[in-house]
């Protein structure tokens, strides 16, 4: 698609509509449940274009095409791939980079990329440096002739900080035209944020949380700005099978169609959540950056931890974020606990911060299920 030649939610409300392969023009989909199409003789297979034909369904297979088409769409890239998991996604981002290329990231992650990082740094050589996503200066100083990419989370995981894309894009590409800046979007989704269009090279997702938004599936994208860098994200996705099926690529394909709609509600009930934290004596701090659906909050002590844990009727003590159903998760044990104490206490990753995925529930009841568990 052209920048903004139609509207981002009727994208969304119309994906894979038109063009969606069917011989009886479905407007859903077909899931083609195939590993393998057949060739009709010896030239059709001598002449065979993945790019419009299929063949063995790791290479390609068209349910995933259409979708792949519509994140390629969605975030305005040349070119996407749908994969198996968010870390497959971030697996294939760095299939790109070798030993003794260096990396420079944002220093408040997922913590599944740190164990990756940390997991590339040991087993292959790969050199990381951190960045503390404030000192655009400092940014500057980190890049040398061997930087391959800068990685990025904005809003940060889970301490909320605001990185600007297009300040790091320009700083970087100044710096070394070889550098790409790579974006986890996870958080806001291209309804929100569209880092491509703000000087990225290239955007990943764990589209289990927002992307298919109802908590019942795993997957993961990564979409690339120019032909030539999807062009080797193509090999390495097909030789290393990182693929998503042909079942959940349809499931995935059919959430994105109500994505602008739940994130505007997921908004709304996180400012009005947000706003109810502000008030409750126990909450010490509420890190809300003012969009799409995470909420996270300082409580004074751990016997208030313990007892809204026990005590949440509505919203789930569980891990993951962007569902339908409100969860709620303590970072220091769940999402990070393989990052050294010392590092996360820099980050202000404490034991007592909770980290809300708000969901699509009536945020009143939200609002009172953790007035509620919290007590007098
Ligand atoms: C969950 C998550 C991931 C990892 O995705 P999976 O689908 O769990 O493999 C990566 N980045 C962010 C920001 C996440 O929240």
Redesign the pocket.
Known sequence: MSDKLIDIDTLLAQAGNRDNHDQYHSVSTPIYLTSNFRHRDLEDAETFDPHKQYSYSRLSTPTRSVLQKTLADLEGGANAFAVS??????QLVFSLFKSGDEIITSDD??G??FRYFDYLADHYGVKFSKWNGKDYEKLSDLVTAKTKAVWL?TPS?PTMKIIDIQKVADLIHAANQNALVCV?N??LTPVYQQPLREGADIV?H????YLSGHNDM???CVIAKSEEIASELEFNFNTTGVTLDPFDSWLLLRSLKTLAVRMERHTSNAKYVAACLKKLPQVQKVLYPGVGGMISFYLQNMDQVDRLFKHLKIISFAE???GVESLLTIPSLQ?HSDMAKEDRLKLGITDELLRLSTGLENPKDLANDLTQALGD
Do not use: Q
């Not at 998991?85 to 971030?90: E, K, Q, R």
């Open positions: 998991s968010g870390m497959a996604a971030i992650l997922y599944g990329s989370e995981n986890d996870t958080f990943v764990s589209a289990t949380k795993l997957a993961g993951s974020l962007g999402t």
